[in-house]
């Protein structure tokens, strides 16, 4: 995954830290809060989406991770409606990304109605209005 690399790259995730996650990711009532597995036409695992809370954008940060294998097939697309989806039925009022500005993905996210807030010169920050 040398993509991720430049954003922390793949992160150790022992047994003892599997139930705090769990309990904070997807048993959290709050809302702040989201994540949810991708799965494809059969059932099988493709990719996963989250959101939370940052506090350095101000507000609720959207994940979308689909295995490079299986991109460009609409899982992303349909990942990010299906989230953006639950943050609004979760009370979230938007929905930011930051995203390299050099990853494909940028065009997913703008034809689903995110816009550019921001740019550097390694990234763009987006945001949609739910």
Known sequence: ???????????????????????????????????????????DFVGEVAYHYNETLGGYAANVIVYATLRGRGYGAAALEALCAAAKENGVSSLYDDIAADNP??????????????????????????
């Open 1 to 43: 995954m040398s993509y991720n690399r430049d954003w922390g790259g793949t992160l150790l995730f022992p047994e003892d830290a599997w139930e705090p996650w769990y309990a904070r990711w997807v048993g959290d009532g709050t809302g702040r809060h989201f994540y949810r597995y991708v799965l494809n036409e059969t059932g």
């Open 105 to 130: 993905a940028i065009t997913m996210f703008l034809r689903r109605g995110f816009a550019e807030q921001s740019r550097t010169d390694g990234v763009i920050i987006l945001k949609k209005d739910l």
